[in-house]
T-cell receptor, first 114, second 113 residues
């Protein structure tokens, strides 16, 4: 079946540290890949996306590259801020499914301390 | 509206009671989705509406769960004879038909006691 696996949290790091959250997937077909973020007390928001192999999604200093050969979509940020503290979800959509029918990973909580 | 609105934001109900959760999508969004976020299960897709019809109900966990959408806008998720395992945050999302981004509401936290 289709699934998304991401590293367990919480991930705790200091301000200005480098952040990586690993995400790998299994899918029948050729999915589109997403990172969503959930800030405390807020709804899920799309952070970035990539729809084909070798595409790089980027937003707010975060980046992730669609790697078909390793079926991965790792999220990175070079210098985190306290305001980046949130839960991050990796997700995929199969091309045969409707947009919005997302398959999510379990989420990774990130805590950034001053 | 400006965003996806869900009500109530919190609901506590007794086991065995029925509950209704409401979702107001972004104006003009024809696609609407319900998800459930629970400890141990993560985020699960429940049902998808395109207009008033539901072409994909594959995620509804049992026949106690149903949803409808009227006027291509507001949707109601109904859980009958609630059980403790139904306790979760229920999220609604909407998108344009053919759009590549789904916008989520803040969810309804349901607690069954």
């Amino acid at each position: 079946g289709n699934s998304v696996t991401q590293m367990e949290g919480p991930v705790t790091l200091s301000e200005e540290a480098f952040l990586t959250i690993n995400c790998t997937y299994t899918a029948t077909g050729y999915p589109s890949l997403f990172w969503y973020v959930q800030y405390p007390g807020e709804g899920l928001q799309l952070l970035l996306k990539a729809t084909k192999a070798d595409d790089k999604g980027s937003n707010k200093g975060f980046e992730a590259t669609y790697r078909k050969e390793t079926t991965s979509f790792h999220l990175e940020k070079g210098s985190v801020q306290v305001s980046d503290s949130a839960v991050y979800f990796c997700a995929l959509i199969l091309r045969t499914d409707s947009w919005g029918k997302l398959q999510f990973g379990a989420g990774t909580q990130v805590v950034v301390t001053p | 509206g400006a965003g996806v609105s869900q009500s109530p934001s919190n609901k506590v109900t007794e086991k065995g009671k029925d509950v209704e959760l409401r979702c107001d999508p972004i104006s003009g969004h024809t696609a609407l989705y319900w998800y459930r976020q629970s400890l141990g299960q993560g985020l699960e897709f429940l049902i998808y509406f395109q207009g008033n019809s539901a072409p994909d109900k594959s995620g509804l966990p049992s026949d106690r769960f149903s949803a409808e959408r009227t006027g291509g806008s507001v949707s109601t998720l109904t859980i009958q004879r609630t059980q403790q395992e139904d306790s979760a945050v229920y999220l609604c999302a909407s998108s344009l038909a053919g759009g590549t981004q789904a916008f989520f509401g803040q969810g309804t936290r349901l607690t069954v006691v």
